[in-house]
């Protein structure tokens, strides 16, 4: 991905990922790649204490019913 400056990283991430699942490529239901793994696919270092993934939007947590891995929302 190529960031752009104008912008947290963040929140093109964030970004990225609703266009994923606004054009299909994610599912409703289905689980999201981890903190780390969406690190590493984008090159950058994973936080300490992810609070959230940015698609959320303050909606609350997408987590499964164990609380591991956050879902796409429904």
């Given amino acids: 991905m190529d960031f752009q400056n104008d912008q947290p990283i ?3 991430i964030g970004t ?3 266009e994923q699942i606004i054009n299909g ?4 239901g289905e689980k999201l790649p ?3 793994e969406y690190a ?3 090159e950058v270092s994973p ?3 992810p609070p959230d993934y940015p698609v959320s ?3 609350g ?3 499964d019913p164990e609380g591991h891995r956050q879902l796409c929302p429904t």
């Fill in 10 to 12: 963040y929140i093109q």
């Fill in 61 to 63: 947590n997408h987590r």
């Fill in 16 to 18: 990225f990922i609703k």
């Fill in 47 to 49: 936080p300490h204490d």
């Fill in 34 to 36: 981890s903190v780390r």
């Fill in 57 to 59: 939007g303050g909606g």
């Fill in 25 to 28: 490529t994610i599912k409703p």
């Fill in 40 to 42: 590493v696919l984008f």
